[in-house]
């Protein structure tokens, strides 16, 4: 599995079968975006393309750690 498809939040307690909930390319995007927002000059297609743009590049700088 790369890394973008690891859990942000891999545990949910007392569920059977656990919930895996969002992957960490989600997750960043998603925190990309809270940012972009404020930015009403843009449309919401350019927000989300870039959103991701921004969360595989942190995937890929995360990555270069290890």
Known sequence: MDNSEAQAFPVAWG???PI???T???YFAAMAM???????SITVET???WAVQYADALLAE???EN
């Open 24 to 26: 960490k390319r989600e």
């Open 15 to 17: 569920s059977a079968p």
């Open 47 to 49: 927000v989300a393309a």
């Open 20 to 22: 895996l909930g969002m």
């Open 62 to 64: 995360l990555g270069k």
């Open 34 to 40: 809270q940012g972009m927002t404020s930015n009403n």
